[in-house]
């Protein structure tokens, strides 16, 4: 599938180390540090890395989506976003440059560091959303979201390659789904958080739409402080970091990573080794699935402020889920700012169920087809059902099938690639096309569909089959190529012990 998977180059026998089937016996069995010792630096990388990175993701969806709370608290007539497609295309714009910026912002995660590099852009950040506030008209609002997008595009690509770095395959299912799960929160919660701020109109004179962007950006900017303070670097460079492991603790993860996958080590910056895996079709398949996984997410938000975007299934029901219990369920303001949080519980007892599920019989196929069938029983229900109290029991199914696919499909990703550069250039074309899928998701639910938008329905069950359709061909290619390796007859990923998982 890949051009350079065929041959073993001189480099990558340098460094071939015990990897899949042997490496996922040999990877707790370390010449320094016995079982439970190794588990509590594990345990403290979780509690260090996996906190501090998921409370700033949580901010960063919130920072994202807020627009569609703002839209129902006033906004939309304020700034006039109700003609014609101002609303979509002030939602569009972030995904443009969001997409645009991801390649670069996560080389220079690794060049300049990722305590540095993350902390400085949502600090950023933060101060851009609190000028959303003041913006006179809806064209400066659009240009606030343009910036926004590419101060965000490092954020997520840049994490997801961090955790990468620091956990060996058949653990970071669990560590994705609870980085996710605390950004879930944010959708959860952002909700009620809106609700909450936008009563503080009318001090100041300003209105409650105001009072949301600049209490969500106050936040931002402390999140972003503490993230100077707990964001920890590479593991090469993570015994710098104040009040983390130590050299020697440092040393065992990269031992240990080298035993799961061998390719812990630093590589000097070489453009063509970033851009190599573009030649590789696997690279584009795993992003594909990304795209796919979110389109649900657009219906919800759909449904309770203007139209809007997450990859395509995720992200409708990020921006579309309060528009939709407001104009076409007839919830009051207020209640459809809370009922937001409910499916989102249902989400997480789902991805983390299947997370454990997936890390411990190391496999990712059958729980990316077992979610994308719950998603796609939930579409119909949603769309389609007569009752709002049985619609509303297919907005649950539909949130947690889909937000559970995403750190299974990060996980399917991050199990079959090797290569800092790779892990590097793969995880900016997942969260791009994701951000394609938001794009996607803006332009299916549109405001003319409302208050049904079935038009979005139909395209967002097109995209859960689309999936299977992906994996499938995906997992097809895995059991053959292992097949394969194990007669001999081919190396993997530049390692003759390396072995897809499916």
């Not at 709370?69 to 939602?91: C, H, K, N, P, Q």
């Not at 970071?172 to 909450?196: D, E, M, P």
């Not at 290569?419 to 639910?445: D, E, N």
């Not at 079935?454 to 053959?480: D, E, H, K, R």
Request: net charge neutral; glycine share 8%.
């Amino acid at each position: 599938m890949s051009t350079d998977i065929e041959k073993l180059s001189h480099e990558n026998v340098e460094n071939i180390e015990a990897a899949a089937p042997k490496a996922v016996v040999d990877v707790d069995v370390d010449e320094e540090y016995n079982y439970e010792e190794q588990r509590k630096i594990v345990h403290r990388v979780d509690r260090r890395l996996i906190v501090i990175c998921g409370f700033a993701y949580c901010i960063s969806l919130m920072d994202r989506t807020n627009v569609s709370a703002a839209a129902i608290a006033g906004m939309t007539v304020d700034l006039e976003l109700y003609v014609g497609f101002r609303y979509s295309i002030m939602v569009l714009v972030f995904f443009v440059t969001y997409v645009v910026f991801q390649p670069l912002a996560t080389a220079l995660i690794r060049r300049i560091g990722p305590r540095i590099f993350l902390s400085a852009i949502v600090i950023t950040w933060g101060a851009c959303l609190i000028g959303f506030a003041y913006s006179p008209d809806w064209q400066t609002l659009a240009g606030l979201r343009a910036l926004l997008g590419v101060l965000e595009a490092g954020f997520f690509p840049g994490t997801v390659y961090l955790l990468s770095c620091w956990y060996s395959r058949y653990e970071v299912q669990k560590r994705y789904s609870f980085f996710y799960l605390i950004g879930c929160v944010a959708s959860a919660l952002s909700g009620i958080l809106a609700y909450g701020f936008s009563q503080m109109a009318p001090l100041q004179g300003l209105n409650g739409w105001q009072w949301i962007f600049i209490m969500q950006g106050v936040l931002t900017f402390i999140v972003g402080i503490c993230c100077m303070i707990f964001v920890v670097d590479f593991p090469d460079k993570g015994h710098n970091a104040w009040g983390f492991l130590n050299e020697r603790e440092c040393a065992f993860i990269l031992r240990r990573l080298n035993r799961d996958r061998a390719d812990a080590n630093p590589e000097p910056f070489n453009i063509v080794k970033f851009l190599r895996p573009a030649l590789d079709l696997k690279i584009w398949g795993f992003a594909l699935v990304f795209l796919f996984v979110p389109s649900p997410r657009y219906y919800f938000l759909a449904l309770t402020t203007p139209p809007s975007c997450l990859t395509t299934v995720s992200y409708a029901i990020a921006y579309f889920l309060p528009i939709i219990l407001r104009e076409n369920m007839g919830f009051s303001i207020a209640a459809a700012q809370c009922l937001v949080a409910p499916p989102y519980v249902l989400a997480g007892i789902l991805m983390l169920s299947t997370a454990w599920f997936g890390d411990k019989y190391r496999m990712r196929a059958p729980v990316l087809i077992f979610n994308s069938v719950i998603t796609l029983i939930g579409l119909p229900v949603m769309g389609f059902a007569s009752s709002n109290g049985v619609r509303y029991f297919g907005v649950f199914l539909t949130t947690a099938g889909a937000n559970a696919n995403i750190p299974c499909s990060m996980a399917y990703q991050a199990n079959n690639i090797r290569g800092q550069w790779t892990r590097a250039f793969a995880s900016a074309t997942l969260v791009g096309f994701g951000g394609i899928g938001g794009i996607a998701g803006s332009l299916i639910f549109r405001s003319q569909d409302a208050p049904d938008y079935i038009p979005g329905i139909w395209g967002a069950m097109a995209c859960q089959f689309l999936l299977l359709i992906v994996v499938s061909l995906l997992s097809a290619y895995f059991w053959w190529a292992n097949r394969k390796a194990d007669r001999g007859e081919k190396i993997i990923e530049g390692s003759p012990d390396f072995r897809y998982t499916i």
